[in-house]
């Protein structure tokens, strides 16, 4: 027998029985990673994907020490939308059919409250929900959690993303200390890491497959004359049509006229830099982290500090006098497992700088001719689209009550619905492009937490 075997874990005979009749027989990479360890206790973080067999992971260790004859809340799985929680359900149901009369209740907004009210009295081992709604029914003593053994964080990165991260903190503000606590990421930003920090006991770290690699920048460099400098960029951008993609520049100025270029040319591009105001560049950074912008223009001092994981490409516009920023500035490329991209723009004057990065990098450098320009390019445009609303933390505004605004009563699906981001008294919410008018019509149509509030496509 293998030991990625299901059979090689001490679980019931009946969970055994159980695996086998769904055809789990072998366990997938994740699963056999962190399976023995949850088994026994441990708190976890593991990295892993959509689709690598994650639920099945949590859903079989929250299941395990489950008592049925007590009807109170044992575990509790947040997911940062309504599809992924009734999807996360259907699983832990089918794995649940082993023993008997497992409840497993869903609680998410955009339905309505009254009804998960009566289900919660007739009481439930198992809810999984999205954080506004449970922590409503938290704050509304519908939900009590202090019986609780397992607390699972899904898709964590996701729900950061969301602006999520103080209703989860006030949730598990709410539960037995002595809980078992597994968080699920894709990715590992540093939002994650405060949080587990903040919230898990000594936890175990479960990578499947390694996310970074030095290797996977690819370098490319481009002699031009000075003249054309512009042109260079607007012709790689509809070359390789990679977005987001940050273009560093040297100046202020040469910021902002590469980014009214871009633009003319119907490149999606805003210029980042210290003469912006804070409302501004709150909101240019919020439409550049929800992909509503695909080239984000910026002084290095402008990006000093951001957190822009997962970029496809970096452009040096002009090569750095410091040939360390310029390691920094390329290693901002390169995404999760996929090869990042790193072109920079090299003038004769500045071959000085290119020499002192060949040196620091310890290798020749791989210079390329630049691609034919396109006569007409098409525009380059980002696949989301964000809706300001004229409200925000101060005025007591919840991601959770923007996402129901859009998904809930036959709106729009969760998966069209991207980052939220909340400041003191404007929120910011990306959806998919091709929804952006219907989800604009029903937010200002439509009433958020209870008031009709301004709404613009931005």
């Known amino acids: 027998m293998t030991t990625n075997a299901f059979a090689s874990l001490p679980l019931s005979a009946a969970m055994q029985a159980n695996l086998a009749a769904i055809?789990?027989?072998?366990?997938?990479?994740?699963?056999?990673?962190?399976?023995?360890?949850?088994?026994?206790?441990?708190?976890?973080?593991?990295?892993?994907?959509?689709?690598?067999?994650?639920?099945?992971?949590?859903?079989?260790?929250?299941?395990?020490?489950?008592?049925?004859?007590?009807?109170?809340?044992?575990?509790?799985?947040?997911?940062?939308?309504?599809?992924?929680?009734?999807?996360?359900?259907?699983?832990?149901?089918r794995l649940a059919r082993a023993a008997d009369n497992i409840k497993v209740l869903t609680l998410c907004g955009g339905v309505p409250f009254g009804?998960?009210?009566?289900?919660?009295?007739?009481?439930?081992?198992v809810i999984v929900g999205t954080p506004g709604r449970i922590q409503e029914h938290l704050r509304k003593g519908t939900l009590k959690v202090d019986g609780l053994n397992t607390l699972v964080l899904d898709e964590a990165d996701r729900m950061l993303d969301m602006g999520f991260v103080d209703s989860i903190s006030e949730i598990i503000e709410q539960t037995p200390a002595?809980?078992?606590?597994?968080?699920?990421?894709?990715?590992?930003?540093?939002?994650?890491?405060?949080?587990?920090?903040?919230?898990?006991?000594?936890?175990?770290?479960?990578?499947?497959?390694?996310?970074?690699?030095?290797?996977?920048?690819?370098?490319?460099?481009?002699?031009?004359?000075?003249?054309?400098?512009?042109?260079?960029?607007?012709?790689?951008l509809r070359h390789f049509r990679k977005q987001p993609v940050v273009a560093f520049c040297a100046t202020r100025q040469q910021c902002d006229e590469l980014a009214a270029q871009l633009e003319a040319e119907k490149i999606s591009?805003?210029?980042?830099?210290?003469?912006?105001?804070?409302?501004?560049?709150?909101?240019?950074?919020?439409?550049?982290?929800?992909?509503?912008?695909?080239?984000?223009?910026?002084?290095?001092v402008a990006a000093r500090g951001l957190d822009i994981a997962g970029l496809e490409m970096v452009i040096n516009v002009e090569?750095?006098?410091?040939?360390?920023?310029?390691?920094?500035?390329?290693?901002?490329?390169?995404?999760?497992?996929?090869?990042?991209?790193?072109?920079?723009?090299?003038?004769?004057?500045?071959?000085?700088?290119?020499?002192?990065?060949?040196?620091?990098?310890?290798?020749?450098?791989?210079?390329?001719?630049?691609?034919?320009?396109?006569?007409?390019?098409?525009?380059?445009?980002?696949?989301?689209?964000?809706?300001c609303i004229a409200a925000g933390r101060k005025d007591k505004l919840r991601p959770g009550d923007i996402l129901g605004a859009l998904t809930g009563d036959a709106g729009l699906p969760g998966s069209q619905v991207g980052k939220i981001a909340l400041f003191d008294y404007q929120a910011y919410v990306a959806v998919e492009r091709d929804v952006a008018r219907q989800a604009l019509k029903r937010l200002s149509e439509g009433k958020i937490k209870g008031r009709s509030l301004r709404v613009r496509l931005l």
């Open 178 to 236: 002595r809980r078992q606590t597994l968080l699920f990421s894709a990715t590992y930003p540093a939002g994650i890491e405060q949080l587990a920090a903040r919230f898990l006991r000594t936890p175990e770290r479960v990578e499947v497959e390694a996310q970074h690699d030095d290797g996977q920048i690819e370098q490319r460099f481009y002699e031009i004359a000075p003249a054309q400098r512009m042109e260079a960029v607007s012709t790689l």
């Open 269 to 300: 591009a805003a210029a980042l830099h210290g003469d912006l105001e804070q409302r501004d560049r709150d909101q240019i950074l919020a439409l550049f982290a929800n992909r509503s912008l695909s080239v984000l223009v910026a002084t290095d």
């Open 115 to 125: 009804p998960q009210i009566g289900s919660l009295e007739h009481g439930a081992h």
């Open 319 to 387: 090569l750095s006098r410091d040939a360390e920023v310029h390691i920094h500035r390329i290693g901002r490329s390169g995404r999760a497992g996929e090869k990042g991209l790193a072109l920079s723009l090299v003038a004769p004057a500045e071959a000085g700088r290119a020499q002192a990065i060949e040196a620091l990098q310890g290798r020749e450098l791989a210079w390329y001719p630049l691609p034919a320009a396109k006569a007409s390019g098409e525009p380059l445009l980002p696949p989301m689209h964000t809706l």
């Open 23 to 93: 055809g789990y027989a072998e366990m997938t990479p994740i699963q056999a990673a962190s399976l023995p360890l949850i088994l026994k206790g441990r708190d976890l973080i593991a990295q892993a994907k959509t689709g690598s067999g994650k639920t099945a992971a949590f859903g079989i260790g929250l299941l395990h020490p489950l008592n049925p004859r007590y009807f109170g809340c044992q575990a509790l799985v947040l997911c940062p939308t309504r599809e992924l929680a009734d999807q996360v359900a259907k699983e832990i149901r």
